[in-house]
């Protein structure tokens, strides 16, 4: 399979419209620094079918900078559009508005995260005038049977009952937020994708050892970052982001694993949004590194 890297940023992309921070101005003076919001395109080989993971406000610009995913020649549009979401927020999920120039859009995804897309942000009834909205349930990790998208097989990893703010008092459910399992039956290949990881579970270790590839959740280097930076009174964590380093921090846990490993979903506050910081090469000591745009990744 291939993973193409969308974008790498938290809510908000790098630079953030209104936001000056070091992390903001550092991207307005090198454009090499700017990261859309993340989101990949996975590809199951054979059947030449490619699928977004989570669908990002920047959805159009990210399909039209690979000419893979650009409709082909003789094609005057690309008739099937298939997104499987991790999460209902807004960064994964605005997206799906931008693409209603498509025939047909396929979406994949947990119960909650279905109910709060239908009755919360009401996008089948938004864009039924525009386009066509297939639901499909995207199976737990453990389920009798993954769903089956471009050739892959797919399930969702519960990690949180984190609701997006415009959902807080949806019930809860441990499937809200996931990490998503994409497997390929040919060569028994797996990756994993968190981009919102909120505590560790043994669950997910044993995703992660099975996996071959994984991305996970970069948002904060610091349980005290969003405090020191201004941007929450609360603890990463207690924002539904593990922080990267300190005790209970991923980079820790990650640093067993023998996956090729990526952190996605940076915020603009995170100081490893500067190509120079130190701790770039901390993580590479730990055989860890941030998630490049418009990366690819075999597998
Ligand atoms: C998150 O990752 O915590 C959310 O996407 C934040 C937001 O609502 O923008
Ligand atoms: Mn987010
Ligand atoms: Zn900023």
Known sequence: MLLRVLGTAAGGGLPQWN????????????????????????????????????????????LE??????????????????????????????????????????????????????????????????????WHDLPLVGADRPAEVAGLEMSALPLSDKRPRYATDEPSHPAWSTALTVRDPGSGTRALYAPALAAWSDALDEQITAADCVLLDGTFLDEDEPSRSGVSQRTASGMGHLPIRGAE??????????????????NNTNPLVDPSAPEHERLADLGLRVAEERMVVSL
Not at 21 to 43: K, N
Not at 101 to 119: G, S
Not at 249 to 266: F, M, P, Q, S
């Open 19 to 62: 936001c000056a921070c070091p992390g903001c101005a550092g991207a307005r003076r090198h454009p090499s620094r700017r990261r859309l919001h993340d989101g990949l395109a996975v590809h199951g080989g054979g059947t030449g079918d490619w699928f977004l993971a989570n669908a990002t406000p920047d959805v159009a610009e990210q």
């Open 65 to 134: 900078s690979h000419p893979a995913l650009r409709p082909n020649a003789g094609q005057s549009r690309t008739p099937v559009v298939r997104v499987v979401l991790t999460d209902a927020e807004l960064d994964h999920t605005l997206g799906l508005l931008r693409l209603r120039e498509a025939a047909r859009i396929d979406v994949w995804c947990t119960e909650p995260v279905h109910r709060a897309l239908t009755t919360r942000l009401p996008l089948t009834d938004i864009l039924s005038p525009y386009t066509t909205l297939a």
């Open 249 to 266: 921090g991923t980079a820790r846990h990650l640093a067993r694993t023998e996956a090729l490993a990526y952190y996605t979903h940076l």
